[in-house]
């Protein structure tokens, strides 16, 4: 009796591209990286897992988050920038 052993499809994690240090979910920025939220993204900050986040930076130490409804003149939503510990990852 043989065994035939079918090749094992790649991981996932070898088809994600590398999640940068900063990244935002604005396609307007330069720290959009389309390729990036092919793939779900979380972000938890202080370890607590957040879903209203808009932009990160691992190395500074910051989140920007909608703050309530409030919009500026372009009709787009204020940002507020909360500060700790930033680990960004797929889902």
Known sequence: MTETTEP???T??????ALPDRLSVDPRSPHHIAAVFEHEVGIRLNDKERNDVEEYCIS???VKVPAGKALDRKGHPLMIKLKGKVEAFYK
């Open 12 to 17: 996932q994690a070898a088809d994600r591209p």
């Open 60 to 62: 500074e130490r910051w």
């Open 8 to 10: 094992t499809p790649p």
